[in-house]
């Protein structure tokens, strides 16, 4: 079955970077984008950006340009997400979430970031 | 980038009720590529509807999605208690994908 596992939660100072990473299974890694969406404490989904694990292509939210990175490694199938000079309001909880939904929809457990000094 | 817009915010129902989420996009979502999640508090968002009106898998008969170019509508024919939650629109027919603000729909 599809799987996305993503490492555990972070506590970071405000301007220090944080990068997740979300392991897949069960499916073609490179057949499918891999999305990232963080959700702040008691606020909405905030979409952040794409990568396609086939070609390392990627596509940002004009909120996060310059200041996220999204990559991948093919050999253990698995994305990441890094995140610079992080400030108090990016405390939330970042997920990953594989596209071709006409295939199922599937997201990572989610990882808590918290900046805090 | 394409915003939407979801109304109401707050729907308060009993269940055996019947809820009509509405979502509307500043522009036309090509392919009608809107997809609608549920989340409850703690977990991850589910996927419902995608193409606008497809079921994912396991979801059940209860939950239907209509609409089309920037009008878009999430029922949910009749409320089982497991049903409160908030329910998120998304666009993924541009980059960048956008999700609205979300509706809960709460026990009234």
């Known amino acids: 079955q599809v799987q996305l596992v993503q490492s555990g939660a972070e506590v970071k100072n405000p301007g220090a970077s944080v990068k997740v990473s979300c392991k897949a299974s069960?499916?073609?890694?490179?057949?499918?984008?891999m999305h990232w969406v963080r959700q702040a404490p008691g606020q909405g989904l905030e979409y952040m950006g794409v990568?396609?694990?086939?070609?390392?292509?990627?596509n940002y939210a004009q909120k996060f340009q310059g200041r996220v990175t999204m990559t991948r490694d093919t050999s253990i199938r698995t994305a990441y997400m890094e995140l610079r000079s992080l400030q108090f309001d990016d405390t939330a909880v970042y997920y990953c979430?594989?596209?071709?939904?006409?295939?199922?929809?599937?997201w990572g457990q989610g990882t808590l970031v918290t900046v805090s000094s | 980038e394409i915003v939407l817009t979801q109304s109401p915010g707050t729907l308060s129902l009993s269940p055996g009720e019947g809820a009509t989420l509405s979502c509307r996009a500043s522009?036309?979502?090509?392919?009608?590529?809107v997809a609608w999640f549920q989340q409850k508090p703690g977990q991850r968002p589910r996927l419902l509807i995608f193409g606008a009106s497809s079921r994912a898998s396991g979801i059940p008969d209860r939950f239907s999605g209509s609409g089309s170019g920037t009008d878009f509508t999430l029922t949910i024919s009749r409320l089982e208690p497991e049903d409160f939650a908030v329910y998120y629109c998304?666009?993924?027919?541009?980059?960048?994908?956008?999700f609205g603000p979300g509706t809960k729909v709460d026990i009234k």
């Open positions: 522009q036309t979502v090509s392919s009608n590529n």
């Open positions: 979430s594989r596209g071709g939904y006409e295939s199922g929809g599937y």
């Open positions: 990568i396609n694990p086939n070609t390392d292509g990627t």
């Open positions: 998304q666009q993924y027919g541009r980059a960048p994908l956008t």
């Open positions: 069960g499916y073609t890694f490179t057949d499918f984008n």
